[in-house]
Structures are given as structure tokens and as C-alpha cells.
């Protein structure tokens, strides 16, 4: 399971942010987690609470936006979202697309008291 490596970089970078910002109680940690980064969501919520359980960032809540894969036609510049990983542009039906989200796995915001 990976995604107990992936919540001790979390919680390793939040560390060093609350650092930056001196100090302050963490609250949640927002998350966007793309469709194809392979990171199984529940897995990870629940490893972050396993991390952080006795530390100084106990209690924080993990919120997860989990981002569908979207392409974007090279034809006609149309982004649509994909759905069972289809990839031709519904617009004008070219196959000609390349992916243009549904990758991140990014930290995006800090809540702290």
C-alpha cells in the first residue's frame, strides 16, 4: 500500500509549511488526487489518520477532491472529461486528444488555528 508512503510526505510537507508560516494548529489539509495517479483515495485518508494519531497534527482532517481525467482535443481545443478512459473529443469527434488533468496529486491548501 503506498499510499502510507504518500501520507508521511503529506504530513512531512505540512510539517515544514507550518514552519514557514510560524506555527499554528492544522485543521485540514486539502488534496486534489487525479483519477490516474493510482492512489486509491479511502487508502489514504485513512493512512494520514494512522500518521498523524499522536502527533501535533492529531485531529487534522485529510480532504480529498478527487479530479476526473480530462482531455483536450488538438483539433478544436475542446477539454471534456473522459468516461471509461474514452479519449475521442465529443465535439468534432477527432482522436487526436491528449490528456489534460486527472494526474495531480497535490497539496492545495492549509487550514491552521
Not at 16 to 27: I, Y
Not at 85 to 95: D, H, I, Y
Request: charged share 25%; proline share 3%; hydrophobic share 35%.
Amino acid at each position: 500500500m503506498h499510499e502510507l508512503g504518500i501520507a508521511q510526505s503529506i504530513v512531512e510537507a505540512v510539517r515544514q509549511e507550518v514552519l514557514r508560516h510560524g506555527g499554528g494548529r492544522v485543521s485540514r489539509v486539502g488534496l486534489k488526487v487525479g483519477e490516474l495517479s493510482g492512489v486509491n483515495a479511502d487508502a489514504l485518508r485513512f493512512s494520514f489518520e494512522v500518521t498523524v494519531q499522536d502527533t501535533e497534527l492529531t485531529g487534522a482532517e485529510l480532504a480529498i477532491e478527487e479530479v476526473p481525467l480530462r482531455f483536450r482535443c488538438t483539433r478544436c481545443e475542446t477539454d471534456f472529461s473522459s468516461v471509461n478512459f474514452e479519449s475521442v473529443c465529443p465535439a468534432c469527434g477527432s482522436v487526436d486528444t491528449r490528456p489534460s488533468g486527472g494526474d495531480e496529486l497535490q497539496i492545495v491548501y492549509l487550514e491552521l488555528e
